[in-house]
């Protein structure tokens, strides 16, 4: 378990485990439920050019500005994956969806109840979607990371012993780093540098919890919500 990083804040995580990946149905997930799409980019590959007619004209004008392919194609793939799930949970075409952004970025439907959160990693993406505020962070194993000195720096004197004592301290390291991305995507303010930031501070909730899955053997997925949901669902993406 993670230890809190300030006095007014409490984690309460669970897992790793292994994650049940199915076949979405369809349908809307439940007051209670959240649900996540798993998809590598490989799999979405023969997506592109159907998805580079979703995007609006900032996402046109974004996914121009990236210099390297790889980023170009995966910026791509997120945020197509993005519209067409979104608009299938709502009925609606993609390029209909109209974004709004919040205060440090965060991406939201104006004048629509249901919450959503984009994460992805070099090989891969995830999206969650529910009826409450929630952060999702995936990670690859295949991400090269100097885990001990990046540690040092942002984790915890209790976490980084407990990478130390892990039987594989590079996927505990991502476990646990997967979770800290994951509360403060939740609180809205997105990616920065330490939890105890004024601005997360003004932002966050008083708890959160949070469940990590290992998808496959390559990839882990943090999941954290304010309201604690009855079920989650993981569903991959071909």
């Known amino acids: ?37 798993v998809a590598t980019l490989d799999a979405l590959r023969h997506r592109s ?5 979703t995007l ?48 440090y970025g965060k991406p939201y439907l104006p004048d629509i109840p249901l919450h959503f959160n984009l994460s992805d990693t070099k090989d891969a993406l995830a999206l969650a979607v529910g009826h409450h505020p929630l952060g999702l962070d995936l990670e690859t194993m295949g991400r090269s990371v100097d885990h001990t000195a990046v540690a040092a720096h942002y984790f915890t004197a209790e976490e980084q012993t407990d990478i130390a004592a892990a039987a594989d301290a590079k996927r505990r390291f991502l476990e646990l780093w997967t979770r800290k991305e994951a509360v403060l995507k939740a609180s809205g303010v ?26 496959g053997t390559d990839h882990l997925l943090s999941l954290a919500c304010a309201t604690a949901p009855k079920e989650v669902l993981v569903f991959g993406e071909e």
Do not use: K
């Open 1 to 37: 378990m993670m230890a809190p990083t300030h006095q007014d804040l409490h984690l309460h995580c669970s897992g790793p485990e292994p994650a049940q990946v199915g076949t979405w149905s369809g349908d809307v997930p439940d007051q209670g439920q959240v649900h996540i799409h």
């Open 49 to 53: 050019e159907a998805y580079l007619h």
């Open 56 to 103: 609006d004209t900032e996402e046109q004008a974004r996914y121009e500005r990236f210099r390297f392919p790889a980023d170009r194609e995966r910026f791509l793939l997120a945020h197509g994956l993005l519209r067409d799930l979104l608009g299938r949970y709502l009925g609606l075409p993609p390029d209909a969806l109209r974004m709004a952004r919040g205060t």
């Open 190 to 215: 997105g990616i920065m540098d330490d939890i105890a930031h004024p601005a997360f501070r003004a932002l966050a909730d008083a708890a959160y919890h949070v469940h990590t899955w290992h998808v």
